[in-house]
T-cell receptor
Framework: DAGVTQSPTHLIKTRGQHVTLRCSPI?????VSWYQQVLGQGPQFIFQ???????GRGNFPDRFSARQFPNYSSELNVNALLLGDSALYLC????????????????FGPGTRLTVL | AQSVTQLGSHVSVSEGALVLLRCNYS??????LFWYVQYPNQGLQLLLK??????LVKGINGFEAEFKKSETSFHLTKPSAHMSDAAEYFC??????????????FGQGTRLTINP
């Protein structure tokens, strides 16, 4: 079975532009989470979506938004890009939202590397 | 709020030597702890996780970790390092998003280098 897939693999944008990143979860997984990994740091939680509803949001500005589609795939959108948005964006899927099941395993995709010039 | 501290951003060991990667956590509730590995230009792969029960957890590739509540630690070990173990390792604690869903809080990572 295919794992979590993300597109594109790499992306170069300039400041002020908008970007859309895409994620397809493992078949049968209904939850998608997004993480930002700045070079030299651990991943930081951005969003979680489950059954097309936002179930959690990290400490990120409103320039960051996301949505989940009926087939459980997801998009992460970032508006008005800043140099500091340069990072590896990771998508993770799991079978459930992990609600009250905090040992739920999240499966990560290879990430999209975004460079903002 | 839950948090994770990984002691040592870089660890270097010789091939065949013991690997010890340190992780300390802060949690107001019983923690659920994870170790992930990240190879260059790849996503994160789960090595092992602690939920409840046995405090010594065995994972993939010969790694294991011991949960010590009194020390708030979850250190990762491997008896004999292999060249293929060279990667970035992340310790994480599971917590709630506030809407009842799960999110992971990661440490800053430890880069493991294996010397031939």
């Amino acid at each position: 079975d295919a794992g979590v897939t993300q597109s594109p693999t790499h992306l170069i944008k300039t400041r002020g532009q908008h970007v859309t990143l895409r994620c397809s979860p493992i078949s049968g997984h209904k939850s998608v989470s997004w993480y930002q990994q700045v070079l030299g740091q651990g991943p930081q939680f951005i969003f979680q979506y489950y059954e097309k509803e936002e179930r959690g949001r990290g400490n990120f500005p409103d320039r960051f938004s996301a949505r989940q589609f009926p087939n459980y795939s997801s998009e992460l959108n970032v508006n008005a890009l800043l140099l500091g948005d340069s990072a590896l964006y990771l998508c993770a899927s799991s079978q459930t939202s992990g609600a009250h099941v905090y040992w739920n395993e999240q499966f990560f995709g290879p990430g999209t590397r975004l460079t903002v010039l | 709020a839950q948090s994770v501290t990984q002691l040592g951003s870089h660890v270097s060991v010789s091939e065949g030597a013991l690997v010890l990667l340190r992780c300390n956590y802060s949690s107001s509730v019983p923690p659920y702890l994870f170790w992930y590995v990240q190879y260059p230009n790849q996503g994160l792969q789960l090595l092992l996780k602690y939920t409840t029960g046995a405090t010594l957890v065995k994972g993939i590739n010969g790694f294991e970790a011991e949960f010590k509540k009194s020390e708030t630690s979850f250190h990762l070990t491997k008896p004999s390092a292999h060249m293929s173990d060279a990667a970035e390792y992340f310790c994480a604690v599971s917590t709630t998003t506030g809407k009842g869903a799960q999110k992971l809080v990661f440490g800053q990572g430890t880069r493991l280098t294996i010397n031939p």
